[in-house]
């Protein structure tokens, strides 16, 4: 016993060491020949101080960021976790447009990727390199215009649903003073693009708008729940660092995720069975298999015969997929049209003047007597409609519901700049690009810079649909998959779903605004970031996201 102490020792010293010399290195020495440091930034204050919640916060970050350009330049030192992790906060177009197209040097970093991986498997969001090459390419004919046309009969019919059921709140109640009824349109308007996301993503009748009891439905709802709760954060990092932690020691979010997961699994796993017969069977038989959801269409380009063998991905990866879309496909899309109508309500006007540009393509037969042919032509001219575009894409401008991401790079890197670079010793450089090394994390600002005055104008934080009809020239530098807004990001890893989710906005914001008046209730609503920009009422945060607002029948003429 006494020989075995001085052995326990010398080992705890022998791995004590390394530990300490990693941490010394990593806290003391390595930071200070980061390139980074040459950048001016914001003073952080104690060892541990940081700038994430001035730059995460919704309440603050529009102040923060006009703040920092104004102080520091365009391309910005700031402070992650710690004193280890000095992060780029690029500010300038040409520099985000340079992070967001070389998505082989600016990956997402792994720790977001194991988070994201634990939950909904490795899909789309989670994966890099070769596994999200593949992924994507098998995914996006799925995307395509044509195929996408086939699924808007189906947003229409669940836009209807909600209407309907919102019509019934409506009858069971007797609003005062005819100011309409208070409804959660976020809770609600979540239940209904949750449906619309079952069916056309893998053909699966939530019911979600009638009830909330669908044993899949509570599973993606009760795991996706967890994904955004604050819960125990520590134990949840720890979890990341250390997965091995998770299957020793699991903990409530552990089991819970595990049993749902059980659930998506045993459900969505059947049906992808089911599918592949059905598919099989009608090529067998000559006849096909026409149904156009994503399920069926990623299953069918995954055997293409043009696809070689090593491109194919697995059944696993197909259901990690179909949880992708239903965890960036629902949540997102349900916020951008819960703030439209928080804004539209904040604005009588410019609702009443959308109004009545809807119904200036409103067909005379009610929708549910609408043949698919019909619903086509009336998508198409809800496409068309000028001030509809404006008012979703300045809607989409100004709360993005996906409010930044982050990138690390994974190779040294120079970072081409359009505006002089700030440096720490107070002096500004004309130097054209900014060294980054490998490891370095970079903020993609997106909200930055959708509400960036230096480019959008003085009005830059308002809502002005007439905007666009009249956009500063600086605007064209800002890279973006939709309208040079960063709302869907850019480049290779933008959102696929961009499409889909134009569609599913433009129809409920046509059938909702046909139907009804929108108004704001006296309780006041703020922004939080929750893993997405989220609607909270005041002093009642621990309720979750919640948006009332007053909504009562529309009646031509009292508008
Ligand atoms: C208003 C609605 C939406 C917004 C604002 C939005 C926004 C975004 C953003 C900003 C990203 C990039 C994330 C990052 O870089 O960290 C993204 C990626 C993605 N989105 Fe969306 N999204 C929306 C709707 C949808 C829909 C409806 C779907 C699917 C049906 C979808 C599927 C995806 C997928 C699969 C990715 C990952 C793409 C990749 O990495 O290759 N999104 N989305």
Redesign the pocket.
């Known amino acids: 016993m006494p020989l075995l102490r001085p052995l326990v020792l010398s080992l705890i010293c022998s791995a004590f060491v390394p530990l300490l010399s990693f941490a010394v290195y990593h806290v003391l020495i390595a930071p200070r020949f980061n390139p980074l440091r040459k950048l001016a930034g914001p003073p952080v204050r104690t060892l541990f101080g940081n700038h994430m919640s001035s730059v995460l916060d919704p309440f603050r970050s529009p102040k923060t960021h006009a703040l920092y350009v104004d102080k520091y330049g365009r391309n910005v030192r700031i402070r992650g976790l710690g004193p280890w992790d000095d992060r780029l906060l690029p500010l300038d177009p040409v520099s985000v447009s340079h992070v967001?197209k070389n998505?082989t040097i600016y990956e997402?970093p792994w720790q977001?990727r194991r988070l994201i991986t634990s939950l909904i498997g490795c899909?789309?969001?989670?994966?890099e390199g070769y596994i999200?090459k593949r992924?994507?390419r098998v995914?996006t004919p799925a995307?395509s215009i044509q195929n996408l046309r086939a699924l808007v009969p189906l947003v229409f019919r669940k836009g209807n649903e909600l209407q309907e059921k919102w019509r019934e709140l409506l009858d069971g109640m007797s609003p005062a003073e005819d100011k309409g009824v208070e409804i959660d349109v976020c809770h609600w308007i979540s239940r209904a693009?949750f449906d619309v996301?079952g069916l056309?993503?893998f053909d699966y009748h939530f019911n979600a708008i009638q009830n909330e009891s669908d044993e899949l439905f509570a599973a993606y709802k009760e795991m996706f729940e967890i994904a955004v709760s604050q819960g125990d954060g520590l134990r949840t990092v720890l979890g990341i660092y250390f997965p091995l932690l998770n299957v020793l020691l699991p903990d409530q979010r552990v089991k819970t995720v595990k049993r749902c997961q059980t659930v998506i699994h045993r459900v969505a796993g059947k049906l992808i069975q089911s599918k592949k017969t059905r598919i099989m069977e009608g090529e067998k038989s000559g006849s096909g298999y026409a149904d156009k959801d994503?399920l069926t269409l990623l299953l069918k380009s995954n055997v293409a015969t043009d696809l070689p063998a090593d491109q194919r991905i697995s059944d696993e990866d197909i259901l990690h997929?179909i949880n992708?879309?239903?965890?960036?496909?629902?949540d997102?899309?349900s916020?951008?049209?819960t703030w439209t109508l928080l804004l539209l309500a904040r604005h009588p006007d410019m609702q009443t003047r959308l109004r009545a540009e809807l119904f200036s393509v409103a067909p005379p037969t009610p929708i549910s007597c609408l043949t698919a042919d019909e619903i086509g032509s009336l998508h198409v001219a809800l496409s068309n409609l000028p001030y509809l575009n404006n008012v979703t894409r300045e809607s989409?401008r100004l709360v993005?519901?996906?409010h930044s991401?982050?990138?690390v790079a994974t190779q040294d890197d120079e970072i081409p700049t359009s505006y002089p670079v700030h440096l720490n010793d107070g002096s500004v450089s004309d130097q054209r690009s900014i060294r980054i090394s490998k490891g370095t994390f970079v903020h993609?600002p997106?909200e930055a810079l959708n509400l960036d005055k230096g480019i959008w104008g003085e009005d830059a934080w308002e809502f002005d649909p007439d905007r666009w009809d009249n956009l500063p020239e600086a605007v064209e530098a800002v890279p973006g998959l939709y309208s040079n807004l960063?709302?869907?990001?850019a480049g290779?890893?933008?959102?696929?779903?961009?499409r889909?989710?134009?569609i599913?906005?433009k129809t409920f914001l046509y059938i909702l605004l046909t139907n009804f008046v929108f108004a704001e209730t006296d309780k006041k609503i703020y922004k939080a970031n929750v893993v997405?920009t989220r609607p909270y009422v005041s002093g009642q945060f621990k309720k979750g996201s919640q948006c009332p607002l007053l909504v009562k029948r529309y009646k031509a003429g009292v508008d």
């Not at 290779?492 to 961009?498: A, D, L, N, T, V």
């Open positions: 967001l998505s997402k977001s899909g789309m969001l989670a994966a999200h992924q994507r995914a995307f693009t996301i056309a993503g994503l997929n992708t879309f239903m965890f960036a496909g629902s997102t899309t916020l951008a049209l989409l993005p519901p996906v991401s982050l990138r993609v997106v960063l709302t869907f990001s290779p890893r933008s959102c696929i779903g961009m889909f989710s134009m599913e906005m997405l």
